[in-house]
């Protein structure tokens, strides 16, 4: 696919080459560097995109070609790492799963992109990332089995393996606790993502740390904070269905049968 640089030169053009339309988009950029800004502020881009491009590619655009200052996480650019959670037209995204022409319903339109909430902006879209895994280790998202080391692998049927295949997907993107009005608010609160991770240990046939992790989140800041907004399933990239996760450890917790 051929593209041309001239596209950039209008304020907004739709242009075939080679069969693939190709048009500006402005970025809206939450900016904020610590060095030199007192407050955050926006600064709009102008790109080129294409029907294909996602939006960790014009990102990449503003950082190779306009301003080298931007400063993003990603790695993989395919889902699977969850460094590029954003808030993108005022909802948690991956950046490089978004569509750009999914953004635009019209010519001319915007694309909002700032950092998650409810955690420290470090840098432009960088947020400190500390208070969401220290969530995560605090629910001990690990087997934890007594007794002698086996012999032989610990077997479990296809079934008891069902009962947490959901939770299993987490990329730990945090996109689901920024969404999470209790944890703007409550920045103690445990959050969707470390209860998702605790449910994939809690309901493992083989694990036998389910009651220590059900105290845990029996606690003044754990499972009983959520308000069942669905943010956070809205939010979750990889479909998990996190707030069904968060009842069924509210249900454990109540009827402690796991
Ligand atoms: S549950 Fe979904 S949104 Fe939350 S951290 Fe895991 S992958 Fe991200
Ligand atoms: S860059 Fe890895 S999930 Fe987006």
């Given at each position: 696919?051929?593209?041309?640089?001239?596209a950039?030169?209008?304020?907004?053009?739709?242009?075939?080459?080679?069969?693939?339309?190709?048009?500006?988009?402005?970025?809206?950029?939450?900016?904020?560097?610590?060095?030199v800004?007192?407050?955050p502020?926006?600064?709009?881009?102008?790109?080129?995109?294409?029907?294909?491009?996602?939006?960790?590619?014009?990102?990449?655009?503003?950082?190779?070609?306009?301003?080298?200052?931007l400063?993003?996480?990603?790695?993989?650019?395919?889902?699977?790492?969850?460094?590029?959670?954003?808030?993108?037209?005022?909802?948690?995204?991956?950046?490089?799963?978004?569509?750009?022409?999914?953004?635009?319903?019209?010519?001319?339109?915007?694309?909002?992109?700032?950092?998650?909430?409810?955690?420290?902006?470090?840098?432009?879209?960088?947020?400190?990332?500390?208070?969401?895994?220290?969530?995560?280790?605090?629910?001990?998202?690990?087997?934890?089995?007594?007794?002698n080391?086996?012999?032989?692998?610990?077997?479990?049927?296809?079934?008891?393996?069902?009962?947490?295949?959901?939770?299993?997907?987490?990329?730990?993107?945090?996109?689901?606790?920024?969404?999470?009005?209790?944890?703007?608010?409550?920045?103690?609160?445990?959050?969707?993502?470390?209860i998702?991770?605790?449910?994939?240990?809690?309901?493992?046939?083989?694990?036998?740390?389910?009651?220590?992790?059900?105290?845990?989140?029996?606690d003044?800041?754990?499972?009983?904070?959520?308000?069942?907004?669905?943010?956070?399933?809205?939010?979750?990239?990889?479909?998990?269905?996190?707030?069904?996760?968060?009842?069924?450890?509210?249900?454990?917790?109540?009827?402690?049968?796991?």
């Amino acid at each position: 696919m051929e593209i041309t640089r001239e596209a950039t030169d209008e304020e907004l053009v739709e242009k075939t080459v080679s069969g693939t339309v190709i048009r500006t988009v402005n970025l809206k950029i939450r900016r904020y560097n610590p060095e030199v800004d007192e407050e955050p502020h926006w600064e709009t881009y102008e790109v080129p995109v294409t029907p294909g491009d996602r939006l960790l590619n014009s990102l990449g655009h503003v950082k190779g070609y306009i301003d080298g200052t931007l400063t993003f996480r990603r790695s993989c650019a395919h889902g699977i790492c969850g460094s590029d959670a954003m808030r993108i037209n005022g909802v948690n995204r991956l950046a490089c799963k978004v569509l750009l022409k999914d953004l635009l319903t019209r010519d001319g339109e915007e694309v909002t992109i700032e950092p998650i909430k409810g955690l420290p902006v470090l840098k432009d879209l960088i947020v400190d990332m500390e208070p969401f895994f220290a969530a995560y280790r605090a629910v001990k998202p690990f087997l934890i089995a007594y007794g002698n080391e086996p012999t032989k692998e610990r077997l479990q049927s296809a079934e008891d393996r069902a009962r947490f295949d959901d939770t299993t997907k987490c990329i730990l993107c945090a996109a689901c606790t920024s969404s999470c009005p209790v944890f703007w608010n409550d920045g103690e609160y445990f959050g969707p993502a470390a209860i998702v991770n605790a449910h994939r240990f809690i309901f493992d046939s083989r694990d036998q740390g389910s009651e220590e992790r059900l105290e845990i989140l029996n606690d003044a800041e754990g499972v009983w904070r959520c308000r069942t907004t669905f943010n956070c399933t809205d939010a979750c990239p990889r479909g998990i269905e996190v707030t069904k996760a968060i009842q069924e450890v509210k249900r454990a917790l109540l009827f402690r049968r796991v």
